[in-house]
């Protein structure tokens, strides 16, 4: 038989529900109120008092003149019954969650775009409400699934692909993607949408993500992708502005962040081609963290944020 260290004999042999009885039975000192207010039988609370007595080895509650009685052995186990049954029922009590008191490092994998959009429009909210969490950002990864189940991370930014190990997902919105190029530059002369050829006549700096080097606009234009002529390949496009503002290259960025560099750099934009579509943007996390209170609460308030 195995032997549950720290555990005594006794208590090894109690069932929990005998614990119960004996919470109420030293409450009330009477087997007809304990059957009522635990919803049972009288015979069925008596054969509980029986085999405490047994285990115990003391008869608890004793008859006088006046009903029943404690033992003194009886009024010794009232502190500790009740002390029992209160930690037992918080322990059962869902986990409660007072951002103010947070202390936690959120760790989320992001590229720059999915800080910009989601993660800094929600931290001045995120700052007044938890003073005492941060985040760390991380980079993204081509996939982040065993990241995300050892608890290394706790939440995805992503416009990547969903990885199929990731049980949940949270849509925030859809993107579609502009270029940049410096503001005397021929493609600046003609308004509107890039077609494909003329797209493809310009050399051009790449944004890659993960550590895979994924460029999504090679992706998305498939075996027109040959044709591009890429100068430069960078993983983060916070530089983007001092490359493409010097040089004949463009680069292709996610239409939010195009804009506000171009507003910041006196950069030209014009739409990318059509055939370079639009990313979903979503927030991915493990169902490790599913249920986790301030997982859920770090979720809403980013979608929160952005939707506002």
């Known amino acids: ?28 000192r009477s087997v007809t109120r304990t059957a009522a207010q635990l919803r049972t039988s009288q015979p069925a609370v008596s054969r509980a008092l029986a085999r405490l007595r047994s285990l115990l080895d003391d008869p608890l509650l004793v008859r006088t ?12 186990l009232v502190e500790p019954v009740q002390l029992w049954l209160a930690s037992t029922m918080t322990l059962l009590d869902p986990p409660t969650f007072e951002p103010a008191t947070l202390e936690r490092r959120f760790r989320v994998a992001s590229t720059d775009f999915g800080v910009m959009a989601v993660v800094a429009p929600m931290l001045p909210e995120f700052m ?67 077609g494909i050829e003329e797209f493809l006549d310009w050399p051009h700096v790449s944004f890659t993500v993960g550590e895979h080097d994924f460029d999504r606009v090679d992706a998305r234009l498939g075996v027109a992708g040959a044709r591009r002529r890429v100068v430069a390949s960078i993983p983060y496009f916070g530089i983007a502005p001092g490359i493409v503002g ?15 560099f171009a507003a910041t750099y006196d950069l030209a934009i014009r739409q990318a081609p059509k055939e370079i579509g639009a990313l979903k943007y979503q927030l991915l996390w ?23």
């Open 128 to 194: 007044t409400l938890a003073p005492r969490a941060a985040i760390e950002i991380v980079p993204l990864k081509g996939s982040m699934g065993d990241e995300l189940a050892s608890g290394e991370v706790d939440l995805l930014v992503s416009g990547l692909d969903s990885d199929p190990s990731l049980a949940h997902e949270q849509f925030l919105f859809m993107e579609d993607f502009s270029c940049l190029f410096r503001h005397d530059h021929p493609l600046a002369q003609t308004p509107g949408q890039l």
């Open 65 to 76: 003149g006046n009903g029943m009685t404690l033992t003194r052995r009886a009024e010794d």
């Open 246 to 260: 010097s040089a004949d290259a463009i680069m292709t960025l996610p239409s939010r962040a195009a804009r506000s």
């Open 1 to 28: 038989m195995t032997r549950i260290i720290g555990v005594t004999p006794i208590l090894a042999r109690f069932d929990p529900n005998l614990l119960i009885i004996l919470a109420q039975l030293l409450r009330t």
């Open 286 to 308: 493990h169902a490790r963290t599913a249920r986790d209170p301030a997982s859920i609460w770090l979720r809403d308030l980013m979608a929160k944020s952005f939707s506002e």
